[in-house]
């Protein structure tokens, strides 16, 4: 099983559309979760953090889900915009905390 | 508006050739992180270091590859020899160790032919 696994997509959504990845993660010891966002040839850029109680910024919202080991993301009224690669990471392998682990990224692509 | 900063962007190379790559992480953070992206793998974490001692290289094919910061303002990736196989995108990335969350360079394409 690999360490972190993701539908790689493509997801094609209209405009306006919600849609929603979801990563799991085989490591149950791990602490800390994140979404990245790539554009095409592009660097990797913070797009939140995954707290535990799960957290909200504007159309974007995350969620952890210990017990089941996966993380989700929710992106509520899609803009063009926001095609891109999401990339869910996971630390913590190996018990080192700061061994952070990509996932291979879902690739969206909001249609007009 | 600090960034990490790679040295070169771009880099075209033939086989057995030495390749070096260098990394300006972001002022203050103490963590650094070098990745390579391909399209069959994604994101493979090579190699990182806290406070300049390397900490988990696991991920890197020892015979060839070697990973350093000299000093606080300065990581190095180097490939000895390059193999076509090593044909990727090189991003360093650097953070604090209590955020937990890394800030990426551009990244370092590097075809080896």
């Known amino acids: 099983r690999k360490e972190v696994e993701q539908d790689p997509g493509p997801f094609n959504v209209p405009e306006g559309a919600t849609v929603a990845f979801n990563c799991t993660y085989s490591?149950?010891?791990?602490?800390?979760f994140f979404w990245y966002r790539q554009d095409c040839r592009k660097e990797p850029k913070l797009l939140m953090s995954?707290?535990?109680s799960g957290n909200e910024d504007g159309r974007f919202t995350a969620q952890l889900n210990r017990a089941s080991q996966y993380i989700s993301l929710l992106i509520r009224d899609s803009k063009l915009s926001d095609s891109a690669t999401y990339l869910c990471?996971?630390?913590?392998?190996?018990?080192?905390?700061?061994?952070?682990?990509f996932g291979t990224g879902t690739l969206l692509a909001v249609q007009p | 508006d600090a960034r990490v900063t790679q040295t070169p962007r771009d880099k075209v190379t033939e086989m057995g050739q030495e390749v070096t790559m260098r990394c300006q992480p972001i002022?203050?953070?103490?963590?650094v992180f070098w990745y390579r992206q391909t399209m069959m793998q994604g994101l493979e974490l090579l190699a990182y270091?806290?406070?300049?001692?390397?900490?988990?290289d696991s991920g890197m094919p020892k015979d060839r590859f070697s990973a350093e910061m000299p000093d606080a303002t300065l990581a190095t990736l180097k490939i000895q020899p390059s193999e076509p196989r090593d044909s990727a995108v090189y991003f360093c990335?650097?953070?604090?160790?209590?955020?937990?969350?890394?800030?990426f360079g551009p990244g370092t394409r590097l075809t080896v032919l």
């Open positions: 990335a650097s953070g604090l160790a209590l955020a937990g969350y890394p800030y």
């Open positions: 490591n149950s010891a791990s602490q800390s």
């Open positions: 995954v707290y535990s």
């Open positions: 990471v996971v630390n913590g392998f190996g018990g080192a905390t700061n061994k952070l682990i």
């Open positions: 002022l203050g953070h103490n963590t």
């Open positions: 270091f806290r406070n300049r001692a390397p900490l988990d």
